[in-house]
């Protein structure tokens, strides 16, 4: 069975993103899939999709990054450099584990298709 994941590292101060919002979206439709905030793990306390709800396609994920850093106490310019992390990605196998984490700081992000 297929399913969606994530998770955030926080590497400006080397720890899980916790409290990171967070929205997936699928391409073309009028309103997001899911809303949530992550755990202390910085992660989605379960799948955002599986089963026959992860169908392949487009999908976006928005992070608010400059949400997160103003909550922690970090300075940010306004506008921030970085307001929202968009990750737009296909799915091609709804029964394959997609795993897409994020390490972010307010000037910087990294993705990859994990595991």
């Given amino acids: ?3 969606l994941t994530t998770h955030v ?3 400006m101060h080397g720890r899980p993103a916790a409290g990171m919002a967070v929205a997936l979206w699928r391409a073309g439709e009028p309103a997001p899939l899911r809303e949530l905030v992550l755990n202390a793990d910085g992660r989605a306390d379960g799948p955002l999709l599986t089963g026959a709800a992860l169908t392949t396609g487009r999908y976006r994920l928005v992070f608010a990054v400059a949400d997160y850093f103003r ?9 921030p450099f970085l307001g929202e992390v968009v990750l737009d990605f296909g799915i091609a196998d709804a029964t394959a584990h997609y795993h897409v984490p994020l390490l972010a700081s307010p000037w910087s992000y990294s993705t990859y298709r994990g595991s």
């Fill in 1 to 3: 069975m297929g399913q």
């Fill in 9 to 11: 590292l926080d590497t």
């Fill in 71 to 79: 909550a922690r106490g970090v300075a940010l310019p306004d506008p």
